[in-house]
């Protein structure tokens, strides 16, 4: 490979290129292109889009592209701006229940199973274990 072939994959790939586009264009094996890529290329994702940004933030995030696109730079982002919009997480209400074994009411999170508020409860009632004695 020389200096021209060299130079020319460099502009072609931070243009946004293929490996297989280049690797047609210039005339070398797919391998050989990227194996160059990867040691030499500076930059070595996809092309910058602008809003690559960080949504709490505002800093640029480097994409990979072989990867899902990251919102947060950080965890810190991530759970401070979920923090301050909790109204879009859209979590459950919690429901009332009535106790089958002790009849009092309690609130739990929705489940079409729920019987009993408590471990002890179940027992009781599937053992005719009085638990209030």
């Given at each position: 490979m020389n200096e021209f072939q060299k130079e020319r994959i460099s502009q072609m790939r931070l243009a946004g290129d293929s490996y297989a586009t280049i690797s047609a264009a210039l005339g070398l094996s797919r391998n050989t292109v990227k194996?160059?890529?990867?040691?030499?290329?500076?930059?070595?994702?996809?092309?910058r889009n602008p809003d690559d940004n960080c949504e709490m933030c505002g800093n640029t995030i480097i994409q990979s592209p072989r990867y899902r696109k990251r919102r947060f730079c950080s965890d810190a982002c991530r759970m401070a701006w979920w923090n301050a919009h909790r109204s879009l997480i859209g979590g459950q209400t919690k429901a009332a229940y009535t106790c089958a074994a002790c009849g009092q009411r309690f609130t739990e999170y929705p489940n079409h199973k729920r019987k009993y508020c408590s471990h002890d409860c179940y027992i009781a009632h599937r053992y005719g274990v009085d638990q209030h004695e």
């Open positions: 194996s160059y890529c990867l040691r030499n290329v500076a930059v070595e994702s996809v092309p």
